[in-house]
C-alpha cells in the first residue's frame, strides 16, 4: 500500500540520516536534522489530512446545516479515535522495528 511504502522509504531515509550523522561536521549535522525534521512535520500533516478527508468522507452526510448531526458527531468522534490508535500502533511497531535494526547493525559491527 501506499502508506507502507511511505513509512518503509521514510525508515530508510531516518535511518540514514543517522547513520550518517556521526560522520558530519555540526553544519551538516544541522543541516540533516532540519532536513528530518521537515519530513516529519510534512508526515504528520499527510497523517492529519489523511484523517480530515476519511472521516469526513464516511460521517458527513449532507449540508442541511452549520453544525453536524449528533451521529454524524459521534461518527467523526469514533473514526478520529480509530485513526489515532491505528496511528499510534504503526508508530509504535515502527519504533520496535527501527530498534531491531539498530541492534543487528551493532551486531554486524
Known amino acids: 500500500s501506499r502508506a507502507s511504502s511511505a513509512g518503509h522509504e521514510l525508515r530508510s531515509t531516518m535511518q540514514s540520516f543517522m547513520g550518517s550523522l556521526d560522520e558530519t561536521d555540526e553544519a551538516q549535522r544541522a543541516a540533516m536534522m532540519a532536513k528530518l525534521e ?36 459521534k461518527c467523526i468522534t469514533t473514526c478520529a479515535q480509530k485513526f489515532l490508535k491505528h496511528s499510534g500502533r504503526v508508530g509504535q511497531r515502527f519504533g520496535e522495528l527501527s530498534a531491531m535494526d539498530q541492534q543487528r547493525a551493532q551486531g554486524q559491527s
Open 38 to 73: 521537515e519530513m516529519q512535520m510534512k508526515d504528520t500533516l499527510r497523517m492529519f489530512n489523511s484523517l480530515v478527508e476519511r472521516c469526513f468522507s464516511e460521517c458527513v452526510n449532507g449540508f442541511r446545516s452549520k453544525t453536524l448531526t449528533g451521529p454524524e458527531d
